[in-house]
Structures are given as structure tokens and as C-alpha cells.
């Protein structure tokens, strides 16, 4: 990657419009970002959805495309689900929501490009650790995207992602987990802005000031698996997970993600035979 910008083709994801003079009022109550923040800027911001015990659901974002509609978009499979539990709440809101699944295409690249084609809706967003710019492109506008930028391969934004320790569902996020454990504070949470679904238990936590794990980066020998895996202690008792592993090595240790244990202190992969690899916590 030699090239300061490069293109993720995110595909097309899951997109709902939720429009009115109570939409984000209604929003800011659905999720733990401040959606205030997005009114009348070109920026789009990363959030959870949890439930009442402040439990994970959806990771999303949202991005403002008018003073009174916000779009928030998720996973392509999310679809029908997203838009159940956000709509469970709508009593008497004045909040019109419209589906736009497939009506659009999400690029992100990173850097910020100063030239954006007409037609495509573009806003600053970092998604994996380095600034970066959407594009949200309508199906059916053709545009070379190779002119601006080259495509990222699955093996180089597996790299970055790590390298940078963002979390990704699947791997590091799963529903039903704690949004603080996976160091969501400082992009998906806002701590100031009042009362979410969930946001009690939230609350607390950064009151309290600890979880029972951590998402964190760790140094794994290059010749190990890579699959993920759970890590132990010196006498055998787990002491963290393995979540993600680089497809690059650097030099004799490879980078990953993964969760540590609270207090724990050693980290040792274990083979079939028995055998511990010391796993080194960064």
C-alpha cells in the first residue's frame, strides 16, 4: 500500500432514512452516539444500538443527508432486524422512515478526495483508523473508481484493520457483548447527551471503571495458526481469546486482535499437543 488513498468496496449495506421534525430527537434516544453532532455537517459517525441491559445489538452509522433525516446503515443482513427494534419505539413521533436498501452503493476511501463526481454523496468518516471519506454512489451512476483510487484487497484491509485494532462484527463484535469492552467509548459513545435505551448500564460501567475484558492487540509468533483461539495462563487457565490475526507477519511475530481477561497478566497460545507459545500484550 504505497498509495496514500486506497477504495473499500463496502457493498451494499443495510439503509434507513428516518426523516421529520422528530428524527433525531427520536434517534438520539435509539442510540448511544449524540446525533446532534451530524446536523448540518458533512460527517458521518459510528454508533451502537443496545438493549436495555446496555447490551450490543447493532454496530451502525449514521450520516445526516438534511437538517430533519438522518440515514443509518448497517450490515447488508440487518436489514429487516435493524429496522424492527428502531421502529419498535416509534409511537408518536413525528418520524417518516424509508428503506433505501439497494438504492445505494458504499465506497470508503481512505484519505479525503477533493474531487467528487456529481451525483455522489460524500462525508468524512474514519472507519479504520485513518481519516477517511464515503461515498454513497446510486446504483445505476457509473463511475471508474480506479481513477481516483486503487481497490484495497481483502488481505490489505485485514492488515490495516489490525494494525489500527478496529473492531469487526464478527470477530471482535458479537451481539449481546458490552460496547465499553471493545474501547467504544471514544468513537461510538457519547457520555453527555442524556438517555438512550441502555444507557444506564453504559453509564455505569465508565462510572465503575472497569469490564471483565478488553479488546486489545497482541504479538503472536508468525509460525503459529492463525485462527482464533483461546489464550491461557502458565497453569492452564484461559486468560484471554484470540479474535483476529494479520495475514502479514512482520518479521517472526505477527499482530491480532483479541480480548484480554481483567487482571490477567500471561497469554499463551496452547497447540493440540500441548505445547505453549508465549503471546506478547500490546
Not at 450490515?75 to 428502531?86: C, G, I, P, Q, S
Not at 469492552?181 to 453509564?203: F, H, M, P, W
Request: proline share 5%.
Amino acid at each position: 500500500m504505497n498509495s496514500l488513498f486506497h477504495q473499500i468496496d463496502l457493498g451494499q449495506p443495510a439503509l434507513l432514512e428516518f426523516r421529520g421534525p422528530d428524527a433525531v430527537r427520536f434517534l438520539n434516544g435509539q442510540t448511544t452516539q449524540d446525533v446532534r453532532r451530524l446536523v448540518g455537517g458533512e460527517i458521518s459517525l459510528h454508533s451502537c444500538i443496545t438493549d436495555a441491559k446496555g447490551r450490543l445489538q447493532f454496530r451502525v452509522s449514521l450520516t445526516s443527508v438534511a437538517d430533519d433525516a438522518v440515514w443509518v446503515s448497517g450490515l447488508a443482513e440487518w436489514r429487516e432486524a435493524l429496522e424492527t427494534r428502531l421502529t419498535r419505539y416509534l409511537i408518536a413521533d413525528d418520524v417518516e422512515v424509508i428503506d433505501h436498501t439497494g438504492a445505494f452503493r458504499l465506497v470508503h476511501f481512505t484519505g479525503e478526495l477533493a474531487q467528487v463526481p456529481a451525483g455522489v454523496i460524500p462525508r468524512t468518516a474514519d472507519r479504520y483508523g485513518v481519516p477517511g471519506m464515503d461515498w454513497w454512489i446510486p446504483l445505476g451512476l457509473e463511475i471508474d473508481l480506479t481513477t481516483f483510487a486503487p481497490l484495497m484487497d481483502f488481505k490489505e484491509l485485514e492488515t490495516l484493520r489490525i494494525a489500527n485494532g478496529i473492531p469487526a462484527w464478527g470477530r471482535e463484535l458479537r451481539e449481546g457483548m458490552l460496547p465499553p469492552e471493545a474501547g467504544l467509548e471514544e468513537t461510538d459513545i457519547s457520555y453527555q447527551k442524556g438517555c438512550y435505551i441502555g444507557q444506564e448500564v453504559i453509564s455505569r460501567i465508565k462510572s465503575a471503571g472497569k469490564v471483565n475484558r478488553n479488546l486489545t492487540k497482541f504479538l503472536i509468533p508468525a509460525g503459529a495458526p492463525m485462527e482464533i483461539g483461546i489464550l491461557v495462563d502458565s497453569s492452564a487457565r484461559a486468560s484471554g481469546e484470540i479474535t483476529s490475526v494479520s495475514p502479514e507477519a512482520q518479521g517472526e511475530m505477527r499482530l491480532a486482535l483479541g480480548y484480554a481477561k481483567r487482571g490477567a497478566s500471561e497469554f499463551f497460545l496452547k497447540d493440540e499437543a500441548g505445547n505453549l507459545s508465549a503471546v506478547k500484550r500490546i
